[in-house]
Nanobody
Framework: VQLQASGGGLVETGGSLKLSCATS????????VGWFRQAPGKEREFVAH????????SYADSVKGRFTISRDNAKNIVYLEMNSLNPEDTAVYYC?????????????????WGQGTQVTVSS
């Protein structure tokens, strides 16, 4: 199983990035997808998740109103659009496929993980 996260990079405070997470249809089908991030020296933390059909989304308080998660099931891709970025958003961002069609903020509810993409926000 392979998850490919991409779209990270270096941006200035206030900038935007759009991350993508692609995988096979077999891995993607009927499962929620989540985004998590891990900053240097910190624990991995939940960012957002989206249900299989995209009807239900959830966000960490720290990104609510700035980040938007979406998915294109025809293309087997999940996106994380990030706006108004600040240095506290600097981290490696990981996408993960959930055990069920409903997402969770609990990382133990995710089966497959991508390799991560680095997001760096300069002040």
């Amino acid at each position: 199983v392979q998850l490919q996260a991409s779209g990270g990079g270096l941006v200035e405070t206030g900038g935007s990035l759009k991350l993508s997470c692609a995988t096979s249809k077999r891995t993607f089908s009927n499962n929620a997808v989540g985004w998590f991030r891990q900053a240097p020296g910190k624990e991995r933390e939940f960012v957002a998740h989206i249900s299989w059909r995209g009807h239900v989304t959830s966000y960490a308080d720290s990104v609510k109103g700035r980040f938007t998660i979406s998915r294109d099931n025809a293309k087997n891709i999940v996106y994380l659009e990030m706006n108004s970025l600040n240095p506290e958003d600097t981290a490696v961002y990981y996408c993960a496929v959930g055990r069920s069609s409903i997402g969770s903020s609990d990382s133990s509810q995710y089966t497959y993980w991508g390799q991560g993409t680095q997001v760096t926000v300069s002040s």
